[in-house]
């Protein structure tokens, strides 16, 4: 039974820092890997999603990696700011008809000015 | 494109109440899913569509109804809502290699 563990549950940073949050998944056999951000009561953000064939994706000051034998995917942000306080999620698919995600519990970031 | 629209975006119900989530989504996405996110237990699915006429449960189905009956709408009804139902409901539509897409959710308080 696949399962997404994510450390740390919680951080806070000053802001600019560079910063990394951790996804762990237990089975390997992954479609994909998708990012999410939540801000508090607001819906989900898709930041970055990364195929089961690739090792990494951009966006901006965002890039994930994925390495799919150790079952560990990445989040790097860059020079943090205040703006990127939100909770992280991330979210395994084994694809198919049903795409059924599998989801951490998230990480809560808090960057201060 | 207004993405994925779900309403309403709060609703409080009594016990017993049957009432319908609403989700729309105008990206020709032949995927959609429900999900409902509660403290400590992640997001889980409720039901899933591949298409219009095509619905499937998720992992937690019982006390939910889904219907397609076209590409853009896949309407999620409690039939006799419960307390432990108080939970917010997100629907997403998904294109296949890109990604699921998900709207602002409903809150919802079962009494």
């Known amino acids: ?113 | 494109n207004a993405g994925v629209t779900q309403t309403p975006k709060f609703q409080v119900l009594k016990t017993g109440q049957s009432m319908t989530l609403q989700c729309a989504q105008d990206m020709n996405h032949e995927y959609m899913s429900w999900y409902r996110q509660d403290p400590g237990m992640g997001l889980r699915l409720i039901h899933y569509s591949v298409g219009a006429g095509i619905t499937d449960q998720g992992e937690v189905p019982n006390g939910y109804n889904v219907s397609r009956s076209t590409t853009e709408d896949f309407p999620l009804r409690l039939l006799s809502a419960a307390p432990s139902q108080t939970s917010v409901y997100f629907c997403a539509s998904s294109p296949d290699r890109r990604g699921q897409f998900f709207g602002p959710g409903t809150r919802l308080t079962v009494l």
């Open chain 1, 1 to 113: 039974k696949q399962e997404v563990t994510q450390i740390p549950a919680a951080l806070s940073v000053p802001e600019g820092e560079n910063l990394v949050l951790n996804c762990s998944f237990t089975d390997s056999a992954i479609y994909n890997l998708q990012w999410f951000r939540q801000d508090p009561g607001k819906g989900l953000t898709s930041l970055l999603l990364i195929q089961s064939s690739q090792r990494e994706q951009t966006s901006g000051r965002l890039n994930a990696s994925l390495d799919k034998s150790s079952g560990r995917s990445t989040l790097y942000i860059a020079a943090s700011q205040p703006g990127d306080s939100a909770t992280y999620l991330c979210a395994v698919s084994r694809g198919g008809n049903n795409r059924k995600l599998i989801w951490g519990l998230g990480t809560s970031l808090a960057v201060n000015p």
